[in-house]
Every structure is written in C-alpha cells, then in structure tokens.
T-cell receptor, first 113, second 111 residues
C-alpha cells in the first residue's frame, strides 16, 4: 500500500460543477495535512492546510477523517482556471518531524467550458 | 521580494559530468529540501537540511550530494553516479513543522 494514495483521474468537469477528491494515508499518527496545486511544468503551490475540524477557503473546502485515514478536497463552482494537478501531502511519519512531507501522485482536474 | 530562487531553469549536460543546481531563499526559513519529480509521478525527497552545516538523506539520495554552509543556500550536486538524472528538480523551504514553499524548479536533461 502506498503511504499517500490518490486517484490520478483525470477528472473532466464542466464549468460550474462541484468536484471532490479523496486521498488516503497509511500512518494513523500523521499530524499535518495539506493540499497543493501544481500547474503543468510548474512548481507545486500550497492551496490549503487541512485542519481536524475541516476548513474552507472561498470555493475550496478541505476535510480530515482520522478514523478512516483520508482527507478530501471539495471544489465548488469550478472555474477554467482550476484546471491543474492537485497533490495530497501528508507528514506521514507523524509526530513533529521536521517538515518531512510525503506527496501523493496527484489528481488531474480539467475544467471545460 | 521574498521567495525561493532556483537556477538555471533549464540545464543540459553530457553523461558522466557532475552538475550543481542552485537554490537560494530569503524567507529566513530554517529547513530546506530537494525533491525530484519524474513525468506522471509524485515528488520524491532527495535530501533535506534542518540547520546550517547539517543535512539528512531522503528516500533517493544515491548519486546526489548537498551542502548547507549558509542558511539561505542549499545547492544540490547531481553526480555521474546518478543512473537516471534527467528530471525536474524542485527546492523547497519551511519553518519548523510548517508547510513547505517551492522554488520554480530546474529541468535537467542529461544525454
């Protein structure tokens, strides 16, 4: 089993649609969770951190389910500019290890007119 | 402007040559990291450094070397011992325990 696992997609959705991605992680002791966005041939950029109580930033909502060991990202009212690869990132070794993060393979999202 | 810079953006080398990739940050971050990304794959950690003059191997350190003589700088050398060096190399930095921020990356092609 991979330490951080995502459905690679691609997800093809029309503008205005709601789309959700899930990501599972292997270590129940993991404490830090993030979603990053990566555009084609560019560096990953932090989209949002994922907090235990869930958090929202505009059209984006992130949730953590510790019991089932997964995090999710919901995008509402999709825009063409949301087209990118979304990376699930976990501090897989848990504890307070110094920023060591494990990256999922990424989920490709394409939003079409 | 605060941020992380990597140079060059594109680099071409012949097989058997060592090459050094530059990474500089002015964010006053303690930790710095080097990753490698291959097409269609996730990022894999090569080396990381939590403090000046100290660094640790990541998951795929073989064929690479690093130094951390200054807080702002963390250069990566891809040696001739690295079997498949062609890849997209990303440098990142973070404060302790916080999210990482990435530079724009260097695309290395070895022929």
């Amino acid at each position: 089993r991979k330490e951080v696992e995502q459905d690679p997609g691609p997800f093809n959705v029309p503008e205005g649609a709601t789309v959700a991605f899930n990501c599972t992680y292997s270590n129940s002791a993991s404490q830090s969770f993030f979603w990053y966005r990566q555009d084609c041939r560019k560096e990953p950029k932090l989209l949002m951190s994922v907090y235990s109580s869930g958090n929202e930033d505009g059209r984006f909502t992130a949730q953590l389910n510790r019991a089932s060991q997964y995090i999710s990202l919901l995008i509402r009212d999709s825009k063409l500019s949301d087209s990118a690869t979304y990376l699930c990132v976990v501090n897989i070794r848990g504890g307070t290890s110094y920023g060591e993060l494990t990256f999922g393979q990424g989920t490709i999202l394409t939003v079409h007119p | 402007d605060g941020g992380i810079t990597q140079s060059p953006k594109y680099l071409f080398r012949k097989e058997g040559q060592n090459v050094t990739l530059s990474c500089e940050q002015n964010l006053n971050h303690d930790a710095m990291y080097w990753y490698r990304q291959d097409p269609g794959q996730g990022l894999r950690l090569i080396y990381y450094s939590q403090i000046v003059n100290d660094f640790q191997k990541g998951d795929i350190a073989e064929g690479y070397s690093v130094s951390r003589e200054k807080k702002e700088s963390f250069p990566l050398t891809v040696t001739s011992a690295q079997k498949n060096p062609t890849a997209f190399y990303l440098c990142a930095s973070s404060m302790r325990g916080y999210e990482q921020y990435f530079g724009p990356g260097t695309r290395l092609t070895v022929t």
